[in-house]
């Protein structure tokens, strides 16, 4: 490219044939490696790069980008995003924590969030839509679930703790936000060696609908239905939730969910 550096694209007609070509190039050694997209481009790459020092940059261009929100990148100007990756990449790397999932016998990595509630509801409506596009996709599938939601039972076990208790969501996080910007845990820090455990408490559909407005702006955190804990090691168990990390599809709970301190290198 125009800046001196020596780059191979990668594009494939879907996710899983892209990230085996992506597996065979990193194999034959690399620098560095960019993705452009949203938080599920992302995804992948934290899944290749977690733990292998190659580090990893983002040119974000996807729906919610928020762990380029979480790194301070630009997140709505591709241009932009571009001009800050060719910077960083003439200073030292940042390393930032990885979270780990465990279910069904496998593991997987995620950078922001693990959602196990009305969150994961909500990122399941708006990934079977196709309009509108952009983070207000999110605000749509949020007000369509409201009129039916009702909170869960789960068995939540914090660093050995365990607790029966409902709940309208139950999160995990690593970064602040999900779901292009709201900031449901706005003091989480990428670099730690913590997770941050969000909890709403039950509430009334009227309630919830007055706390997320809120939510945007991290302004939640004194609402006395919400709680935040830190913890190492998480285990959610409940029934008839779909658990979703960064946006994907994880699968039904239980699942287990860890840090990887320092686990990430990435252009920023």
Excluded at 187 to 203: K, M, N, S, T, Y
Aim: net charge neutral; charged share 20%; glycine share 12%.
């Amino acid at each position: 490219m125009a800046e001196g550096y020596e780059i191979s694209m990668l594009r494939e007609a879907n996710f899983e044939l892209l990230r085996r070509e992506a597996e065979s190039a990193l194999a034959l050694g690399a620098d560095g490696m960019v993705v452009v997209g949203g938080d599920g481009m992302v995804s992948l790459g934290v899944n290749l790069l977690a733990g292998s020092g190659v580090p990893l940059g983002i040119v974000a261009t996807g729906t919610g980008n928020d762990f380029a929100r979480g790194l301070g990148l630009p997140h709505a100007d591709p241009g932009a995003a571009t001009e800050a990756l060719v910077a960083a990449l003439r200073r030292p790397t940042r390393l930032v924590d990885v979270g780990t999932i465990r279910h069904g016998g496998a593991q997987t990595m995620f950078a922001c969030v693990v959602s196990t509630g009305f969150d994961a509801v909500v990122n399941e409506r708006a990934n079977r839509m196709t309009r509108p596009r952009g983070a207000s996709r999110y605000t749509l599938a949020m007000v369509r679930e409201l009129a039916t939601f009702r909170a869960r039972r789960y068995v939540i076990t914090i660093d050995g703790v365990r607790r029966e208790q409902r709940a309208m969501l139950v999160s995990v996080a690593n970064s602040p936000s999900l779901g292009g910007g709201m900031r449901i845990v706005p003091q989480a820090d990428l670099a730690d060696g913590l997770l941050d455990v969000f909890i709403v408490h039950p509430l009334s559909r009227w309630r919830l609908i007055g706390v997320f407005p809120k939510v945007f702006a991290g302004r939640h955190t004194d609402h006395p239905a919400v709680e935040f804990l830190t913890a190492r090691e998480v285990r959610i168990e409940a029934d008839d939730i779909v658990a979703y990390a960064d946006g994907e599809r994880i699968g039904r709970l239980p699942i287990d969910i860890g840090i990887a301190p320092g686990a990430l290198s990435v252009f920023a």
